[in-house]
């Protein structure tokens, strides 16, 4: 049987998240569209072909990180708060940041980043939808905390994700990356599947 192909817009998909995490360690000045081919294993004139210019492939990276953002978010904003809808966030967040390591990188730097302001002003759109997946963060010294705790967690899942493999396959580093999230979050023992969430 011959090998399933990917979609084009599995592969646009794909060469978007390679240009989203050349933007994280290079910034946008400094990714070329020859490195963006070069990473994805086109021409520059065969990725050319695909996205017509830089702009378009940046607007193109950016955008998707922010559309995937908003699905994880809506899949979960008509939940209560809670249990089972942090551990619905943390799975499907998880699942999504271990598939596209290029929006974790853009995650990370703008966290890690602060001083760098364009990288943060562009990534913020995507930042604060997943921070709306975790629900409404409000005002007070309850949601500050809640907010500290929202971004410890989303920083777990996207800095580990970066490196679990030095060590672990990513089935044995699911759990416990799931597992520390979820205590992030001020919960305690281990995350739950999301079908024994609730």
């Not at 607007?59 to 809506?74: F, K, Y």
């Not at 562009?122 to 975790?134: K, W």
């Not at 996207?158 to 990513?170: G, H, I, M, Q, S």
Request: charged content about 25%.
């Amino acid at each position: 049987m011959a090998p399933i192909r990917p979609t084009n817009a599995e592969i646009d998909a794909q060469i978007l998240d390679i240009t989203a995490g050349l933007i994280a360690a290079r910034g946008i000045q400094q990714t070329s569209v020859q490195a963006i081919a070069d990473a994805a294993g086109y021409s520059k004139s065969g990725l050319l072909r695909r996205f017509p210019s830089k702009e378009a492939l940046v607007e193109g990276a950016l955008s998707q990180v922010t559309r995937d953002g908003g699905d994880l978010r809506d899949s979960a904003v008509d939940l209560p708060l809670g249990e089972h809808r942090d551990s619905l966030v943390i799975r499907r967040l998880g699942d999504y940041v271990f598939r596209r390591q290029g929006f974790a990188r853009l995650v990370t730097a703008a966290i890690s980043a602060p001083e760098n302001e364009q990288l943060r002003s562009q990534i913020s759109p995507a930042g604060d939808v997943l921070f709306e997946a975790f629900g409404d963060l409000g005002a007070g010294a309850e949601w500050r905390r809640r907010r500290v705790r929202v971004a410890a967690a989303i920083s777990a899942l996207t800095v580990v994700t970066l490196t679990y493999d030095e060590v672990l396959t990513r089935e044995e580093a699911e759990q416990p990356l799931f597992d520390a999230a979820w205590n992030a979050l001020g919960h305690s023992g281990e995350c739950p599947t999301v079908s024994s969430a609730g």
